[in-house]
């Protein structure tokens, strides 16, 4: 079936009758609510209104023939039926009172029915358990367990075909709910912009960022608080002020990114262990320099040497550099090895942590199955390349247009590089580990975050598959 079609169906059959107002569908929460108020449930206030109706006019009969008093006998009462139907209904409509009488839910990520603290899973269900009433104006379907017994929905008498049809629907969402369908309702995302964010999914919850849309979150204060934080996020980490350098920052993940210092920290733990000790006694050697700005001649050397130890065979090509670098000759980075050791500089001189971090990732690295697949780390570049182009949505810079062009090609080079969600969000969190040097605290929230992406129904992990094909399907 068709996304959403069970409930869609389910709908349909309801349109028109007694029952079409039970109902309500809470996209957000992926619940069907039947509500319980005592209007819904019996039958009693719409017969009290038709004998008021009735009431008045008799009255009004026996009044125009010439019977006053009699009439009154009939106004009286009639108008007094009128009056509570009235009170009560607007008792319903304006006070907390419907309350009282609990709605049923349909919760399709839970797969149960939920009424106040009575929780029944769908497979405890059986047809028989949804059982006809009939009057002689109305037919009511109730649900009869064990653990439970409860209205669903009333039908006057006439609407027999779609009584049965209601029951039908009703029982299929039970035995074997669309939950693709079902949980995706509302959303106005396409299968493959779906897709899209999903692929992103890690880097937006663990900011807080919905993972079902591109931009800002429903309702006007929740929309402003994503703002908020997408700028935010935007200027620190990614001093991002504006969209050019958003771009920039886009651009230096997709071409590069951590991913390039990932391999070279590969290569320096696949060394010996003298040489690694010679390169990590160096590394400490010129940071504690430059952390304690003694930035004198034999600073110099000692870069040089560091460079050239960092590089192995090529070292001394890049050690022929690092002077020219350092006095921002025009050219200097111009080659590939100078841009990349360009790199490298500018994060020993403004990052006082890059020097600890990259220690940490040598000692990661030293286990041979993590170095094995350190070439598989591009989800953790494109994966927050992708959370740039949202926020950059989110905050006005881009339009959805401009996003979604850009972003497919990103998801097309994802899916070919893993085998599937969970692949992918292996890869990521041990390019977070790398990046990160070692973990820290926030190591174990990523993986709870990962874990929950993998396992909650509602998850984009679960709503799209893996190897669906990624063409543009959005107008």
Same mark, same amino acid.
């Given at each position: 079936?068709?996304?959403?079609?069970?409930?869609?169906?389910? &709908?349909?059959?309801?349109?028109?009758?007694?029952?079409?107002?039970?109902?309500?569908f809470d996209d957000?929460? %992926?619940?069907?609510?039947?509500e319980?108020?005592?209007?819904?449930? +019996?039958g009693?206030?719409l017969g009290?209104?038709a004998?008021?109706v009735?009431?008045? =006019?008799?009255?009004?009969v026996?009044?125009?023939?010439?019977?006053p @008093?009699?009439?009154?006998w009939?106004?009286?009462?009639?108008a007094?039926?009128?009056?509570?139907?009235?009170?009560?209904?607007?008792?319903?409509?304006?006070?907390?009172l419907?309350?009282?009488?609990?709605d049923?839910?349909?919760?399709?990520?839970?797969?149960?029915?939920?009424h106040r603290? +009575?929780?029944?899973?769908?497979?405890?269900?059986?047809?028989e358990? $949804?059982?006809?009433?009939?009057?002689?104006?109305?037919?009511?379907l109730?649900v009869?367990?064990?653990?439970?017994?409860?209205q669903?929905?009333?039908?006057?008498?006439?609407e027999? /075909?779609?009584?049965?049809?209601?029951?039908?629907?009703?029982?299929?969402?039970?035995?074997?709910?669309d939950?693709?369908?079902?949980l995706?309702?509302?959303?106005?995302?396409?299968?493959?912009? /779906?897709?899209?964010?999903a692929a992103?999914?890690?880097?937006?919850?663990?900011?807080?960022?919905?993972?079902?849309?591109?931009?800002?979150?429903?309702?006007a204060?929740? *929309?402003? *608080?994503?703002r908020?934080? #997408?700028?935010?996020?935007?200027?620190?980490?990614?001093?991002?002020?504006?969209?050019?350098? $958003?771009?920039?920052?886009?651009?230096?993940?997709?071409?590069?990114?951590?991913?390039? @210092?990932?391999?070279?920290? %590969?290569?320096l733990?696949?060394?010996?262990?003298? &040489?690694?000790?010679?390169?990590?006694?160096?590394?400490?050697?010129?940071?504690?320099?430059?952390?304690?700005?003694?930035?004198?001649?034999?600073?110099?050397?000692?870069?040089? &040497? !560091?460079?050239?130890?960092?590089?192995?065979d090529?070292?001394?090509?890049?050690a022929r =550099?690092?002077?020219?670098? =350092?006095?921002?000759?025009?050219?200097?980075?111009?080659?590939?090895?100078g841009a990349?050791?360009?790199q490298?500089?500018h994060?020993?001189?403004?990052?006082?942590?890059?020097?600890?971090?990259?220690?940490?990732?040598l000692?990661?690295? *030293?286990d041979?199955?993590?170095r094995a697949?350190?070439?598989?780390?591009?989800?953790?570049d494109?994966?927050?390349?992708?959370?740039?182009?949202r926020?950059?949505?989110?905050?006005?810079?881009? +339009?959805e247009?401009?996003?979604?062009?850009?972003m497919?090609?990103?998801?097309l080079?994802?899916?070919?590089?893993?085998?599937?969600?969970?692949?992918?969000?292996?890869?990521y !969190?041990?390019?977070?580990?790398?990046?990160?040097?070692?973990?820290?605290?926030?190591?174990?929230?990523y993986?709870?975050?990962?874990?929950?992406? #993998?396992?909650e129904?509602?998850?984009p992990?679960?709503l799209?598959?893996?190897?669906?094909?990624?063409?543009?399907?959005?107008?």
């Open positions: 079936m068709e996304e959403a079609g069970q409930l869609d169906a389910l &709908e349909r059959a309801v349109e028109g009758t007694l029952a079409e107002g039970s109902f309500e957000e929460e %992926a619940v069907l609510r039947i319980g108020s005592l209007v819904l449930t +019996t009693w206030f009290l209104g004998g008021g009735g009431l008045l =006019l008799t009255g009004a026996l009044s125009l023939t010439g019977l @008093d009699q009439a009154r009939a106004l009286a009462p009639g007094v039926l009128l009056a509570l139907v009235a009170g009560f209904v607007l008792l319903l409509r304006f006070t907390p419907a309350g009282l009488w609990s049923l839910e349909l919760r399709f990520a839970e797969q149960a029915m939920v603290r +009575t929780r029944i899973p769908f497979g405890d269900l059986r047809p358990h $949804l059982v006809w009433k009939n009057g002689r104006f109305f037919r009511r109730y009869r367990h064990p653990a439970l017994r409860k669903l929905a009333g039908f006057f008498g006439s027999e /075909r779609q009584a049965e049809e209601f029951q039908r629907r009703l029982w299929e969402l039970i035995r074997a709910p939950l693709n369908g079902v995706t309702r509302g959303s106005d995302l396409t299968p493959v912009q /779906r897709w899209i964010i992103g999914a890690p880097y937006g919850a663990v900011n807080g960022f919905r993972v079902d849309r591109l931009g800002a979150a429903p309702g204060s929740a *929309a402003a *608080a994503d908020r934080a #997408a700028q935010d996020l935007l200027q620190d980490p990614w001093g991002a002020y504006d969209l050019e350098q $958003l771009l920039g920052a886009v651009n230096w993940l997709v071409q590069d990114g951590h991913r390039a @210092d990932f391999a070279q920290d %590969a290569h733990a696949g060394r010996s262990p003298a &040489e690694q000790r010679e390169y990590e006694s160096l590394l400490r050697e010129v940071d504690g320099l430059i952390a304690g700005d003694r930035l004198e001649p034999p600073f110099v050397e000692r870069l040089i &040497e !560091l460079v050239r130890v960092r590089y192995g090529e070292g001394d090509s890049y =550099l690092v002077p020219p670098l =350092l006095r921002d000759e025009p050219g200097a980075d111009a080659s590939e090895e990349e050791l360009a490298f500089l994060q020993l001189f403004n990052d006082r942590n890059h020097a600890a971090e990259e220690l940490h990732r000692k990661a690295l *030293a041979p199955a993590l697949n350190v070439g598989r780390f591009l989800i953790w494109y994966g927050r390349a992708l959370m740039l182009f926020w950059g949505h989110i905050v006005g810079w881009l +339009t247009e401009y996003c979604w062009d850009r497919l090609p990103l998801a080079d994802i899916q070919r590089r893993y085998t599937s969600w969970r692949d992918m969000a292996t890869c !969190l041990q390019g977070r580990l790398l990046w990160s040097g070692g973990g820290g605290t926030a190591q174990a929230e993986e709870r975050l990962v874990e929950e992406l #993998a396992t129904p509602r998850s992990w679960n799209v598959p893996w190897d669906l094909e990624l063409t543009r399907d959005w107008a």
